[in-house]
Each structure stands twice: as C-alpha cells, then as structure tokens.
C-alpha cells in the first residue's frame, strides 16, 4: 500500500542551527502538506503545495520556514534558524486533490535543545 | 477562524461497551475526515465523510456528517482494548490550499 515516508525520524538539533525535514509523498498525489503537533497539542496546519508554489500557509509559518519540492519526489520542509519553541512532531502530508484525503507520514520528532 | 471542538477529551469505558465521540462546529466544512493517532505516530486515516447526513461504517465504527455539514460523530459498537487510542477529527474548508483544521483529540481508553 502506497505510503508517505518521512525522514530522518528524530532529530535532535542546537538552537539556532538550520534543519531540513524530508518526506516522499505518495507518487500521484498533487498537493503536499506540513503539519506540526507540539507535545500534548493539537494537530497545526503549516503549509500546503502544489504545482510547484505554496498554496496557503498559516501565522507559524514566517520567514523561518521554506518548502521545496527539489525532484520529482522529495518535499521539504527547511528551518533556517530554529528555535526552542520550534520542537515538535512535524508530519508530512499528500493528497490526490485539495479537499481529499490526506495520508499522513509517520512524522519526525523535532527537539531543539 | 474555523474551529472543531471534540467531546469528550477523555473517554474510559470497559470492554464491550458503546461510545460516541462529537466533533463539532460553528462552521462548515467541505468534507469531514477522521483519524487515529498512535503515540509518537502519524495520523491514520479512517474514513472521510462528505456530503450532509452521510452515514459510513467500518466494522463496528459508525461516522456520521451532519445535515449542515459542521458536526460529526463518531460512534464505537461493542468497544473493544485494540480500540484504545487517540481519535481525531479532521475538517476541510472552502480554502484554496486544501488545510485540514484538527479537533484536539478524544483519548480512549477501553479495559478488558
């Protein structure tokens, strides 16, 4: 069965330092999503994609944050200086079309120390 | 700024037992989905309701969308321990960029 597949796992990074989280959508999805869960907190909506630009972004992600989707199957998600208030699970998500069915990654756990 | 609010957020109930969880809201969404969330995983999804007054069941898990499109709920026939684990709603609006708004989450936890 068709899956998302995140990487690396868990990253542990310094604050300040600059972070780059990985995910291979399903292969004939269109639209790409992040999304963040603080421990104990909800599910956050970060940033959609599609055709090749971001589609909607939410207030958390400023100018720290950057998408890219570099090949035909790797989406990114960048933080150029991260922050304390930065950790969290971050997931990755693909759908067919905006409004469809979102499967999800398995996440990667985000700790800036 | 669209909201979903689930009840309860903490559910404890035997084995065998019947449950309901709501996920509600002052807005309308275009499509309702729900999911469930193992610790330290992603969410799985379940199922996804679309059109107002559906009904859609899976196994002993019975989803259903409201008339008006701004409540869902979530009903568990004869719980059972491998139910134990965090549901989420999930609802999509009109927006252009596909966002899913999230409901906090109803921990269940079911004993045998």
């Known amino acids: 069965e068709p899956e998302v597949t995140q990487t690396p796992s868990h990253q542990v990074t310094q604050m300040g330092q600059e972070v780059i989280l990985r995910c291979v959508p399903i292969s004939n999805h269109l639209y790409f999503y992040w999304y963040r869960q603080i421990l104990g907190q909800k599910v956050e909506f970060l940033v959609s994609?599609?055709?090749?630009?971001?589609?909607?972004k939410s207030e958390i992600f400023d100018d720290q944050f950057s998408v890219e989707r570099p090949d035909g199957s790797n989406f990114t998600l960048k933080i150029r200086s991260t922050k304390l208030e930065d950790s969290a699970m971050y997931f990755c998500?693909?759908?067919?079309?905006?409004?469809?069915?979102?499967?999800f990654g398995q996440g990667t756990r985000l700790t800036v120390v | 700024t669209q909201l979903l609010e689930q009840s309860p957020q903490f559910l404890s109930i035997q084995e065998g037992e019947n449950l309901t969880v709501y996920c509600n809201s002052s807005s309308v969404f275009s499509s309702l989905q729900w999911y469930r969330q193992e610790p330290g995983e992603g969410p799985v999804l379940l199922v996804t309701?679309?059109?107002?007054?559906e009904v859609k069941k899976l196994k002993r898990l019975t989803f259903q969308f409201g008339d008006a499109r701004k409540d869902s709920s979530l009903h568990i026939t004869a719980a059972q321990p491998g139910d134990t684990g965090l549901y989420l709603c999930a609802g999509a609006g009109n927006n252009q960029g596909g966002k899913l708004i999230f409901g906090q989450g109803t921990e269940l936890s079911v004993k045998p």
């Open positions: 309701v679309v059109t107002g007054g």
């Open positions: 998500a693909s759908s067919t079309y905006r409004n469809t069915e979102a499967f």
């Open positions: 994609f599609y055709n090749n630009e971001i589609s909607e």
